[in-house]
């Protein structure tokens, strides 16, 4: 199934509220925690997201771009968060980790830098509801879309499929009316897009073109 995550990294964090009713046609909305150390952007974290959580009914897809996942991670999926999403390259026992969100009611998700290899990770998938192939180098918004990800994205989604198309196969980084089709016929369903959403002038059309685009 097909799913459109815009990311509130590019909306306005004066006015979130206001911002998240701005993409009521969003299948849920992506939140970029960071955490100065893991990437070199600080954005927001637990207090921020359980107020996010009261703030619409949509779901929350946690990114967790945070050291320590595994120390963290636990109480986004407590907060309510619909999926909490951990990054391999911080977390010290992945498949555990991944238990332990479904245990506390959320998708357990792991994304990849780009640079990380999916292979040592693929005996983590059988544990996830969704893979992130990260297709910039997480940590800040606005970036063009690496072409060089698209064999990654298949190679994920072959996984997926290997294990009976359960898991999600989620993309995050420059997506736009120019991109998304190339991911997604690489074997992409759920897009994460944040300036391409944002900086238009309707959030919401945005979210529509980028669905027909792929629909
Ligand atoms: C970047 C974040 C993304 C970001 C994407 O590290 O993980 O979610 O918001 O922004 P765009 O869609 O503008 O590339
Ligand atoms: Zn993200």
């Known amino acids: 199934m ?96 991944a238990r332990t969100l479904r245990q506390a009611g959320a998708r357990p998700a792991m994304a990849v830098k780009p640079g990380t290899e999916l292979k040592p990770l693929l005996p983590v998938f059988a544990e996830l509801d969704m893979v992130l192939i990260m297709t910039v180098e997480p940590g800040f918004g606005g970036q063009s879309f690496m072409d060089e990800m698209l064999p990654k994205i298949a190679a994920a989604r072959r996984a997926a499929d290997d294990l009976g198309g359960r898991i999600a196969v989620q993309v995050d980084g420059g997506i736009s009316a120019e991109t998304i089709q190339r991911a997604a016929e690489a074997g992409a369903d759920t897009f994460v897009a944040g300036s391409a959403v944002y900086d238009a002038e309707d959030p919401d059309a945005a979210v529509a073109q980028l669905r027909g685009l792929i629909t």
């Open 2 to 97: 097909i799913a459109i995550h815009p990311s509130i990294l590019s909306a306005d964090f004066a006015n979130l509220a206001t911002e998240l009713g701005r993409v009521p046609s969003a299948d849920a909305v992506h939140v970029d925690v960071m955490d100065n150390h893991f990437v070199p952007n600080l954005t927001l974290g637990l207090p921020v997201v359980q107020a996010i959580r009261r703030a619409t009914d949509l779901p929350l897809d946690v990114h967790l771009m945070i050291e320590d996942a595994d120390r963290w991670a636990p109480g986004y999926a407590e907060a309510g968060c619909e999926s909490v999403t951990f990054h391999a390259e911080a977390a010290a026992r992945p498949a555990q980790l």
